[in-house]
């Protein structure tokens, strides 16, 4: 009843047809390079992948984000292979699995032009309609000559065929920062043939792609394409061009909807404040002007860029500003969002909180859920244990990591508790969630509600000691009791503060500051936001060779704008090596890792980052009353089985920073991994 009354009520719950094909819901996933490819194809993790968000209720799962139509568009980020017949089975058994749960399944085709990198793959020069370089993959192309376009259009045409042939139920193709959209855009096209100059040559190239592929399958296959509505403040392409040219297109007959995107893809910068917007941009920033393009182009639009839950898709949807919702990122974070959605249980999702996570090295994992992108090796749901295995759990501390344990521990069906020594719970997330960074509070926040709705209860302000613990009388005792800021560096450590407590407002910094960060992590930069929003002279030092080098690319960017903002020049390839008193002040050594060159700085405060160092005490007086001394048996845990189990005595692990410094991910890996068994 709960799921028929919502549908009925809900925009984002009711059908969309288009053609022959209904789309069960307004929520698509939109394509992208999820990293799961395995040789070029979507072997059985990265279709699990996608079947996960199909149980979860999404309607249509675009994939295969910029797969590759011919050889000199080439494998540079984890794309799919487009260009050949082998790729069919796999797209066969896909759509199988995804029909089956009922959703629809398109895929992205499109060539790199000069976004390709000459050096990887098959080595081959990056072609584009001009020799134009882009700065941020940094091929000088060879301009296309007219048989180099016919070979692509027919490669495009291809791969559309194989795509129907795979059993797929549409395709679009990507201009932006693409071959196409390269055409477009005077920016990219310098010729003066007749693929340049006039708008009506630019969007030759566009024709001739969509003509080959209409060719080469059925009227009732679908075609689209990612499509820019406006090229932005980097771009030359105005809104009223854009439209123009999607305008010539519908009249042709060349597609049948628009996947609509925002500004310019070719410099770090646009592609993640415009193209794939996240942390620190507002919510649904592109959504007005979508819509104003949706008023005049007559075709159904889809639309994601920062539509970070559902109410603001919701809002966009029943707007008429967008005809389909694209969640992709936030069903990173929860593919189950549709089906709560459904079953009325909108507040249960995990929410995005646009980190980047899902875009780094390590994609498609999410910051805080540990089983995205994993499927191949945890079920979607956590299995209860029987009666007799239920277990009184201890949580000492409630970081996200112990956070999670104690939430993945009462799915089990455990008895738990949770004690936390601070006043609120969170650990270092409280001190992280600032600024452009405050969306990371939602981590915290979400296990929280989770806890009450499971009915865990955090005690906080209680702190634990030995004693206490063991008068708990526990079967299971998880340490999630993180670390303390080590600031250790050398000669003067004693005169350093770390950036903890400047960001917990202990210690106000004004004056001369250094902040010397031996991490490349956020703690250091949020601390120099807040000293030189506090008036100080701000000097930024690292050992690496560039800010924020541990950060995923939409973070660094973004470091690099708001010290570029407030005129902070990090000094890279630096170490810190000594420092002394020097009357009221301090005097800093500082090396240059390249040149062995040394200087002083003479400054009123010396913030040292260098990671936190676990607090053993309780760990070291416990693991020798425990039953399995403390140790996590490490093959069990990767090869998810069941720790094994001492004859007597409590168990007991420790968890995230407890056992050493590293990021939310894997704090929370380790709390589930190890508790979905416990």
């Not at 805080?368 to 945890?378: I, S, V, W």
């Not at 939310?664 to 508790?675: E, G, S, T, W």
Request: proline letters at 5%.
């Amino acid at each position: 009843m709960t799921i028929q009354t919502t549908a009925v009520r809900d925009p984002l719950l009711r059908p969309l047809t288009i053609k022959k094909t209904t789309f069960r819901n307004r929520i698509l996933s939109t394509s992208h390079a999820c990293g799961l490819q395995k040789d070029g194809f979507p072997q059985e993790a990265y279709q699990a992948y996608h079947e996960e968000k199909a149980r979860g209720g999404v309607a249509l799962s675009m994939f295969g984000g910029s797969s590759n139509v011919d050889r000199d568009s080439p494998n540079v980020f984890s794309q799919l292979d487009v260009g050949t017949d082998d790729i069919i089975p796999h797209f066969r058994r896909f759509a199988e699995r995804m029909h089956a749960q009922g959703a629809a399944l398109m895929c992205q085709i499109t060539h790199l032009g000069r976004r390709a990198e000459p050096y990887a793959q098959d080595w081959l020069p990056a072609i584009a309609p001009s020799p134009v370089r882009e700065a941020l993959h940094r091929a000088i192309p060879r301009e296309m000559d007219e048989e180099d376009i016919a070979r692509v259009v027919k490669a495009y045409g291809a791969a559309a065929r194989r795509c129907e042939e795979g059993g797929l139920d549409g395709i679009e193709t990507l201009a932006g920062g693409h071959l196409i959209g390269q055409f477009l855009s005077p920016k990219t096209n310098l010729r003066t043939d007749r693929f340049g100059g006039s708008l009506q040559n630019r969007v030759r190239f566009a024709l001739m792609v969509h003509e080959a592929i209409r060719k080469s399958v059925s009227d009732d296959f679908l075609v689209g394409i990612r499509y820019v509505v406006d090229e932005g403040q980097d771009g030359v392409l105005s809104a009223e061009e854009c439209l123009e040219a999607a305008s010539i297109l519908r009249d042709e007959g060349a597609i049948d909807f628009v996947n609509a995107i925002y500004g310019s893809m070719d410099t770090a910068r646009a592609l993640s404040e415009e193209n794939m917007p996240g942390m620190g941009v507002g919510s649904a920033p592109w959504v007005d002007a979508v819509g104003r393009f949706k008023d005049h182009i007559g075709l159904p639009v889809f639309h994601a860029a920062k539509l970070s839950d559902l109410a603001t898709a919701r809002y966009a949807v029943e707007s008429g500003k967008i005809d389909m919702a694209g969640l992709t990122r936030p069903q990173i974070a929860d593919p189950h969002m549709v089906r709560k959605l459904m079953e009325g249980k909108e507040d249960r999702i995990r929410p995005c909180v646009g980190a980047g996570h899902c875009q780094s090295g390590f994609r498609p994992k999410c910051l805080h859920n540990a089983a995205t992108g994993r499927e191949t090796l945890f079920p979607s749901e956590i299995a209860p244990v029987s009666a007799e295995q239920k277990r009184h759990a201890v949580v000492v501390g409630a970081g996200p990591a112990g956070l999670e344990a104690a939430r993945v521990l009462a799915l089990r069906g455990h008895d738990v508790q949770v004690f936390e020594a601070a006043a609120k719970p969170g650990g270092q997330l409280l001190l992280a969630a600032q600024d452009w960074r405050r969306d990371l509070i939602s981590i915290v926040d979400w296990r929280l509600m989770e806890l009450q709705h499971l009915g865990v209860e955090v005690t906080c302000n209680s702190y634990l000691d030995t004693d206490d613990i063991l008068a708990l009388d526990p079967d299971l005792v998880i340490l999630a009791t993180g670390g303390m800021p080590q600031t250790d560096f050398g000669p003067g450590s004693d005169l350093a503060i770390s950036p903890w407590e400047v960001l917990s407002r202990q210690i106000t910094v004004k004056g001369d500051v250094l902040i010397w960060d031996g991490t490349g992590r956020h703690s250091a930069q949020l601390a120099a936001l807040a000293a030189h929003e506090a008036g100080a002279q701000v000097t930024f030092a690292t050992i690496d060779k560039e800010l924020s080098q541990e950060q995923v690319y939409p973070e660094t960017t973004r470091w690099r704008k708001e010290f570029a903002k407030r005129g902070i020049r990090p000094e890279i390839d630096t170490r810190l090596i000594s420092a002394r008193r020097e009357g009221n002040r301090i005097e800093a050594t500082v090396l240059n890792e390249l040149t062995r060159d040394t200087r002083a700085l003479l400054v009123d405060h010396l913030l040292v980052e260098m990671g936190t160092l676990p607090m053993n005490d309780i760990y070291d007086e416990l693991r020798g009353r425990s039953g399995n001394n403390g140790k996590t048996d490490i093959h069990a845990l990767v090869a998810q089985r069941p720790q094994p189990r001492g004859e007597s005595g409590f168990e007991l692990h420790r968890i995230g920073d407890a056992q050493a410094s590293r990021n939310v991910h894997a704090a929370i890996y380790d709390a589930f991994r190890l508790c979905r068994l416990s």
